[in-house]
């Protein structure tokens, strides 16, 4: 049999309380299922499916026109002050 190490990793409570009752009935347990992750990666050099961002989290695109704000590009005139403002919309 192969040596074995004790791994530790930190998770919310609510989540391993989660997990716990789905791996078992699947007749599993946390150690077998995170082995079998383990393998997986391994195997297939990996992880073994999609990691999106959050539904929340802006796309490629709106990214871009966040990032060209923040540059000044694509904007309107830039003022130092609010003086500087109100003569322009004054003239």
């Given at each position: 049999?192969?040596?074995?190490?004790?791994?530790?990793?930190?998770?919310?409570?609510?989540?391993?309380?989660?997990?716990?009752?789905?791996?078992?009935?699947?007749?599993?347990?946390?150690?077998?299922?995170?082995?079998?992750?383990?393998?997986?990666?391994?195997?297939?050099?990996?992880?073994?499916?999609?990691?999106?961002?959050?539904?929340?989290?802006?796309?490629?695109?709106?990214?871009?026109?966040?990032?060209?704000a923040?540059?000044?590009?694509?904007?309107?005139?830039?003022?130092?002050?609010?003086?500087?403002?109100?003569?322009?919309?004054?003239a």
């Amino acid at each position: 049999m192969p040596s074995t190490v004790t791994v530790q990793f930190r998770m919310d409570k609510d989540l391993k309380d989660q997990l716990d009752t789905m791996l078992a009935d699947m007749g599993l347990t946390v150690s077998t299922a995170m082995n079998l992750y383990a393998k997986a990666i391994v195997n297939q050099a990996r992880i073994p499916f999609d990691i999106k961002a959050s539904r929340y989290y802006p796309n490629a695109e709106t990214r871009k026109v966040l990032d060209d704000a923040m540059a000044g590009i694509g904007m309107s005139k830039r003022y130092s002050d609010m003086e500087e403002m109100k003569r322009d919309l004054d003239a």
